[in-house]
């Protein structure tokens, strides 16, 4: 009986690690953000975040590629410091908030590239249409726990994406055949999250 006990305690032992290798995060938004930037008539970037958004991320550091993000961001929460423009954003030209309120990205794969460095692939779905968007992923940190007790870690990710994939077609273009505002839209997202208490 005692050999059988030895035994259970052993595998128990060696399955404990493998058990608990993934552990859930939630994104903090006071401590992140949701940036963009277009070419404004091919001449400079306008910049704007999303003020608004949550997500959750499984990480395995046993494996990385068993991790998963879900992100959802609240449309118009868009804020590029000017508010006729972000009116005219939340309209049905650009985002149609009022029939689309919602974007989200999923995660598909994540997919080790060196050292601190992931590519993730996933699904962002944004005015109805998803399409297969990667995220240049740099981290995650090693956890630390802050001044209250919680335990954190951040991650930097970029992206590009063609905002006439997604249905972002309004367009209007110079005499000189310059488009008003440029279809390539470069994201940055700063994450830092918050480890779920079991």
Request: aromatic share 8%; charged share 20%.
């Given at each position: 009986?005692?050999?059988?006990?030895?035994?259970?305690?052993?595998?128990a032992?060696?399955l404990?690690?493998?058990?608990?290798?993934?552990?859930?995060w939630?994104?903090d938004p006071?401590?992140?953000?949701?940036?963009?930037?277009?070419?404004?008539?091919?001449?400079?970037?306008?910049?704007?975040?999303?003020e608004k958004?949550?997500?959750?991320?499984q990480?395995d550091?046993?494996?990385?590629s068993?991790?998963?993000v879900?992100?959802?961001?609240?449309?118009g929460?868009?804020?590029?410091?000017?508010?006729?423009?972000?009116?005219?954003?939340?309209s049905?030209?650009?985002?149609?908030?009022?029939?689309?309120?919602?974007?989200?990205?999923?995660?598909?794969?994540v997919?080790?590239?060196g050292?601190?460095?992931?590519?993730?692939?996933?699904?962002?779905?944004?005015?109805?249409i998803?399409?297969?968007?990667?995220?240049?992923?740099s981290?995650?940190?090693p956890a630390?726990?802050?001044?209250?007790?919680h335990i954190?870690?951040?991650?930097?990710?970029?992206?590009?994406?063609?905002?006439?994939d997604?249905?972002?077609t309004w367009?209007?273009?110079?005499?000189?055949g310059?488009?008003l505002v440029g279809?390539?839209?470069?994201?940055?997202?700063?994450?830092?999250?918050?480890q779920?208490?079991?």
């Amino acid at each position: 009986m005692q050999t059988i006990f030895a035994i259970i305690l052993g595998i128990a032992f060696f399955l404990a690690p493998t058990l608990s290798a993934a552990t859930t995060w939630q994104i903090d938004p006071d401590h992140s953000s949701i940036q963009f930037k277009i070419k404004h008539l091919g001449l400079a970037y306008v910049r704007g975040i999303f003020e608004k958004f949550q997500g959750s991320i499984q990480l395995d550091d046993q494996d990385i590629s068993k991790s998963t993000v879900q992100i959802s961001i609240d449309v118009g929460s868009i804020n590029t410091a000017v508010p006729k423009r972000d009116e005219h954003l939340r309209s049905p030209d650009f985002f149609d908030v009022a029939a689309y309120p919602t974007m989200t990205f999923v995660a598909k794969k994540v997919t080790p590239r060196g050292k601190d460095n992931l590519q993730v692939f996933g699904e962002l779905t944004l005015r109805g249409i998803t399409k297969e968007v990667v995220l240049n992923v740099s981290g995650p940190t090693p956890a630390v726990q802050d001044p209250w007790g919680h335990i954190r870690r951040g991650a930097s990710a970029t992206a590009t994406i063609d905002r006439r994939d997604f249905g972002l077609t309004w367009h209007k273009t110079l005499d000189t055949g310059v488009p008003l505002v440029g279809h390539e839209v470069l994201i940055q997202l700063e994450i830092e999250m918050i480890q779920a208490k079991e």
